[in-house]
C-alpha cells in the first residue's frame, strides 16, 4: 500500500518550452502533496505544499508563475515547469501524504533541459 | 525553524558488521522524526519513523533507530549490514503534529563491502 507514482520518470524538452509533470497516489487519497527538488548527491528542497482544491503554499524563493502546481483531485497533483532553462534541470520528487504521519515518495522525475 | 544534521557524508562498513548512520536535530516542538533511504535515480523510501513512545523504533530491512532527547539524536542502526544495504539515507524531521513540512538532513551515503 501507500504507492506514489509520477509520470514521466523521465524528460528531455528544449529551453523556453514547457513541461508537465503529474504525481499520483494510487492506493490512498491524499489531502496534502509536496513536491521537492534534488540537485546531485544533495538533500530534498521542499519547493511547495500542494492542497486539494485550493492554491498551493511556495517554499520562498520558488517562483510560483515558473512552477505552476495544481491539485485537482484526492489522487492527483500536476507541477508544470514552464518557460524552461538549463538550470531547472533537475530531479523533481512528489510526495504525499495519506494520514497524519509519514510522507510517501514518488520514483522521481528527471528533467534536462537543453 | 527546524533542522537536521548527519555528520557524516558517507559511512563505509563490512558485509555482516554493525551500521550507524548518525543524525542529530533541532526542533522547537515535540520532534516527529523519520529516516528514508534512497537508490540511484529512485524517490525515497520510507523506513522508519518515531512519534511518541518507545524510544527504540524498529523498521523496515532490519532498521532501527533510537530516540535521544537529551542528545537531540535519532540514530539510524542495523546490527549486520547487507551490500544491498548501500545506497543514500537520509533523516528528516517535522515540528508536531500540525506542522507537515519535512525537514531534511544532507544525507549520509553508506557503502557496504562484501
Known amino acids: 500500500g501507500a504507492v506514489v507514482s509520477q509520470h514521466p520518470s523521465w524528460v528531455i524538452c528544449k529551453s523556453g518550452t514547457s513541461v508537465k509533470i503529474e504525481c499520483r497516489s494510487l492506493?490512498?487519497?491524499?489531502?496534502?502533496m509536496f513536491w521537492y527538488r534534488q540537485f546531485p548527491k544533495q538533500s530534498l528542497m521542499l519547493m511547495a505544499t500542494?492542497?486539494?482544491?485550493?492554491?498551493?503554499?511556495?517554499e520562498q524563493g520558488v517562483e510560483k508563475d515558473k512552477f505552476l502546481i495544481n491539485h485537482a483531485s484526492l489522487t492527483l497533483s500536476t507541477l508544470t515547469v514552464t518557460s524552461a532553462h538549463p538550470e531547472d534541470s533537475s530531479f523533481y520528487i512528489c510526495?504525499?501524504?495519506?494520514?497524519?504521519?509519514?510522507?510517501?515518495f514518488g520514483p522521481g522525475t528527471r528533467l534536462t533541459v537543453t | 525553524a527546524q533542522s537536521v544534521a548527519q555528520p557524516e557524508d558517507q559511512v563505509n562498513v563490512a558485509e555482516g558488521n554493525p551500521l550507524t548512520v548518525k543524525c542529530t536535530y533541532s526542533?522547537?516542538?515535540?520532534?516527529?522524526l523519520f529516516w528514508y533511504v534512497q537508490y540511484p535515480n529512485r524517490g525515497l523510501q520510507f523506513l522508519l519513523k518515531?512519534?511518541?513512545?518507545?524510544?527504540l523504533v524498529k523498521g523496515s530491512y532490519g532498521f532501527e533507530a533510537e530516540f535521544n532527547k537529551s542528545q537531540t539524536s535519532f540514530h539510524l542502526k542495523k546490527p549486520s549490514a547487507l551490500v544491498s544495504d548501500s545506497a543514500l539515507y537520509f533523516c528528516?524531521?517535522?515540528?508536531?503534529?500540525?506542522?507537515?513540512?519535512?525537514?531534511f538532513g544532507a544525507g549520509t551515503t553508506v557503502t557496504v563491502r562484501a
Open positions: 492506493d490512498f487519497q491524499a489531502t496534502t
Open positions: 510526495s504525499a501524504r495519506p494520514g497524519d504521519y509519514e510522507q510517501y
Open positions: 500542494s492542497n486539494e482544491g485550493s492554491k498551493a503554499t511556495y
Open positions: 528528516a524531521v517535522r515540528g508536531g503534529f500540525n506542522d507537515y513540512k519535512l525537514s
Open positions: 518515531y512519534i511518541t513512545g518507545d524510544n
Open positions: 526542533v522547537s516542538g515535540n520532534p516527529y
